[in-house]
């Protein structure tokens, strides 16, 4: 059985089982599960993906672990204006593939030193870890 929710015009789809967030693209999906917290992992753990594996979407944004888009990648669809923490990496890249500002924090409560870009950018962290992320 699988589960599937709406995030603007991309829709997250769960498959029990294993675990992992799979996007598909349609105009008539139902939304059959509520989430509490807005945003949704792409990847359920982060595993190796190149650049070309991050989807661009209007909410979308990736993560690698190491400098210019390589390393252990996480993906996310998000709404805009809540903190995210990376849970389960430490960054030191990231894509926004969102329509919207991406800015990355050092810290889990997206505090400490920060770094933006518009739409499209990619940001790379020689000298900190991303650690939460905010689209607005």
């Not at 995030?7 to 992992?20: E, P, S």
């Not at 209007?58 to 400098?67: L, M």
């Not at 997206?110 to 990619?122: L, P």
Request: charged content about 20%; glycine content about 8%.
């Amino acid at each position: 059985m699988a589960e599937t929710r709406r995030v603007n015009d991309v829709a997250l789809q769960t498959k029990h089982g294993d675990g992992k967030m799979h996007l598909r693209r349609g105009s008539a999906l139902l939304l059959t599960f509520a989430l509490s917290v807005p945003v949704m992992t792409l990847t359920s753990t982060p595993t190796m993906a190149a650049a070309s594996d991050c989807p661009a979407g209007p909410n979308n944004t990736c993560y690698w672990s190491d400098p210019d888009l390589r390393g252990y990648f996480e993906g996310h669809t998000t709404v805009r204006n809540v903190c995210i923490n990376l849970n389960s990496m430490t960054a030191r890249s990231a894509w926004n593939r969102s329509k919207y500002r991406l800015t990355v924090y050092e810290h889990a409560s997206c505090t400490g030193r920060y770094q933006s870009t518009a739409s499209g950018g990619k940001i790379n962290r020689e000298t900190w870890r991303i650690g939460a992320f905010k689209l607005t």
